[in-house]
């Protein structure tokens, strides 16, 4: 049946899982990188990883380290992302294997953003073995819950294209005058539309689908219902989030 005969419920139904492997991959704070050994074998190392702009995975590695050493011998390489953490039944919760190849990434931009994603890292930019790599996403197998498993190719999760080009190199300068010019405007956001009492929060980043908020080392995600790939999208996404939050009763 094509797209043109598929009822409303049935669009939804085949939009949920690269809706909720996007929402992940933006998410996610720690995952599990397996890279081959000298001798073909697997090796997993926990990492921490931050999503650029387009969505693929950023890390921040150390030369010295044993996976980063398999790397620059086989790029190939699999990550473990999964939402599983605190679940009476983890089994029964969502999680992706994602499958590709690390490349170093030398681009200021991207480090600068995982960066402010991950401030704990900040400590190691001291020493010349660490840099940064992308995780170019060759393909994902999501787990929904028992019995919900979907392939997805690699163009479902990362954006491709001049638009997200555009808005990754308009990225730093959107988040620094929104933070800076209406941080007040945030603090409503991560209350009402987060729940999150106390003042402190902070916009660290966005991409086309949403914003990352941050209070120290605390990352709190707000995604948007419909797609915003461009800096005029994404200011009015933010107005957007703003006259809902607005309209929201402050909680007692």
């Known amino acids: 049946m094509g797209a043109m005969g598929m009822s409303p419920e049935m669009k939804e139904a085949e939009e949920e899982p690269r809706r909720t492997a996007r929402q992940l991959l933006r998410a996610m704070t720690t995952a599990a990188l397996g890279t081959l050994a000298e001798d073909g074998g697997p090796y997993v190392a926990l990492a921490t990883p931050a999503a650029d702009v387009d969505g693929a995975p950023l890390l921040f590695l150390s030369r010295l380290a044993r996976h980063t050493r398999h790397?620059?011998?086989?790029?190939?390489?699999?990550?473990?992302?999964?939402?599983?953490?605190?679940?009476?039944?983890?089994?029964?919760?969502?999680?992706?294997?994602?499958?590709?190849?690390?490349?170093?990434?030398?681009?200021p931009r991207a480090l600068a953003r995982y960066l402010r994603l991950r401030p704990d890292?900040?400590?190691?930019?001291?020493?010349?073995?660490?840099?940064?790599?992308?995780?170019?996403?060759?393909?994902?197998?999501?787990?929904?819950?028992?019995g919900r498993v979907v392939d997805l190719p690699a163009e479902a999760l990362v954006d491709t294209g001049p638009e997200v080009a555009a808005l990754a190199a308009a990225e730093p300068a959107l988040v620094a005058e929104i933070d800076r010019d209406h941080n007040d405007l945030v603090q409503l956001l991560a209350e009402r539309l987060l729940g999150e009492r106390g003042g402190g929060w902070r916009l660290v980043a966005l991409d086309a689908d949403g914003f990352t908020l941050a209070r120290r080392q605390r990352l709190r995600r707000l995604e948007l219902t419909r797609p915003a790939p461009t800096p005029e999208a994404i200011r009015s996404a933010f107005l957007a989030l703003v006259h809902k939050a607005r309209r929201r009763p402050a909680e007692p």
Do not use: C, K, N
């Open 71 to 107: 790397l620059l011998r086989d790029p190939r390489a699999a990550l473990l992302v999964d939402a599983t953490r605190g679940l009476a039944t983890p089994l029964a919760g969502t999680r992706m294997s994602l499958v590709g190849r690390m490349r170093p990434w030398d681009e």
């Open 121 to 146: 890292a900040e400590r190691y930019r001291q020493f010349a073995d660490f840099g940064l790599w992308r995780f170019e996403i060759e393909g994902a197998h999501l787990v929904l819950g028992f």
